[in-house]
């Protein structure tokens, strides 16, 4: 797993590293959900 560095107040935005990844997470839930859809984003918007 990779870990980011905060190096500015740019990036105090977003730590990357805080999230789990969600494969791994889905797998360990499988008895308790059923993956019906799949989605990724398009585009992040800012501002």
Do not use: H, S, W
Not at 12 to 38: C, F, R, S, T, W
Request: hydrophobic share 45%; proline share 2%; no cysteine.
């Amino acid at each position: 797993m990779k870990f980011d560095t905060i190096r500015g107040k740019k990036d105090l935005d977003e730590a990357a590293g805080a999230y789990k990844d969600i494969d791994a997470v889905m797998n360990n839930q499988k008895d308790l959900v059923k993956i019906l859809v799949e989605l990724e984003p398009l585009t992040v918007v800012k501002g």
